[in-house]
């Protein structure tokens, strides 16, 4: 999981290992489509073997814009939501598709990436924001080209550990095969020291409970962490991609996907009221006017509405989704609580409260299938 993910450091005996792959090597940089890719030296007996590995060439890119992996459908994906619980405290991702890309140069070839922004809260307060390089290769399989990552704490940027770019690095990492079986071990992340997942997959063609009802077609698989020897369960659905992650009491489930559970008809109005208080509650932010408490109140008038209305006024599956039944309430408990403390509490404080504003707009947004949340 990411925020698990904010990266164990395996110390001086790491960089050692690391420099045996990069000294007196060449690099796959080099050497081009078909190559091997220099692997970093380890010894762990937890790690799969080389033969069970289906990442270890540098592949074509043709088109690598254009991801058609429906296990990693990032190029379609405007926003993903997922809710969980991380030290017991609530954990909510937001990730959204950036309207750019931007190129890296690996495996002889210059290769066109997505970028997408990942951003992390614990317990209602901003943890990590990253922004993440995919290309999808002619086979079919994802491929992560790195990621510029900012961890923060109390609302101010603590550490970019963690941050990468193939090549520059270590190698690219690939983050879905094309045509997944059971028994295929991929690395996500491959740059021991930095950043290194394994995963083993486990299962094929399983059926996962997803927002609305079943989904078909499922891969579960067994995400395994050099540092520490834990692992963690990893699912992924078509038309979601990452689906569920679980490990040492911590889950982060996947609770909203635009276009893919995007509801059909025009949004019912009390949820474009939610959005407009919500932007009049930021625009207080940047003032000197601490007032927000009417669009507070316009915005908990909305949603008891809303929630009165059912779902009057639109077609398709109920929504929102029971996994964000709570969601909605909570974040306007908490952000009355935070209007009503708002002269007593720092700046960052009420911006923070602010956040979890963002949270509702996303799922608002959802109901138009071409926009993309926030």
Known sequence: MRKL??????????????????SGERSAADEGTGAPIPQPRLSNPALAPDSRRVDMVVPTFSNPTRVTNPLFPVSSQGSVLM?????????RTEVTLLPYTRIVDWGGQRIETLVSQYVAYLDGRIQEVAYDLYAQADDGGV???????????DGV?????????????????????????VGNVYRAENMPGIAFEEVSVKAVGVTLDGPFGPVAGGVVGEEFHYSGGGTELKQFAPG?????????????????????????????PELGVLAGAADDIYAATGSKRWDASAAVQTMRAAWARYEQAGSRGWSGPRWPPRSLDSTPRHALTTLRRRERRRSRSPNRRWICSCAIVRCLRSIWRAFDSGSRAC
Do not use: H, N
């Not at 450091?9 to 045996?20: D, E, K, Q, R, T």
């Not at 491929?143 to 704490?153: K, L, P, Q, R, T």
């Not at 770019?165 to 879905?176: E, L, N, Q, V, Y």
């Not at 911590?250 to 949004?267: H, I, Q, R, W």
């Open 143 to 153: 491929w992560y080209f790195g990621e510029d990552v900012s961890d923060f704490v």
């Open 240 to 268: 979601y991609g990452e689906f569920l992650t679980a490990g040492g009491g911590d889950v982060e489930a996947l609770a909203l996907a635009v276009p893919t559970d995007a509801a059909s008809g025009p949004a019912p």
């Open 83 to 91: 809710l969980g619980e991380v030290d017991g405290k609530p954990f």
């Open 157 to 181: 940027i603590t550490t970019k550990q963690g941050t990468w770019t193939a090549a520059k690095d270590g190698p690219a990492a690939m983050i879905m095969p094309g045509r997944p079986k």
């Open 5 to 22: 993910r904010s990266l164990v450091l395996i110390g001086l005996a790491s960089a050692l290992v690391l420099s045996g792959c990069s």
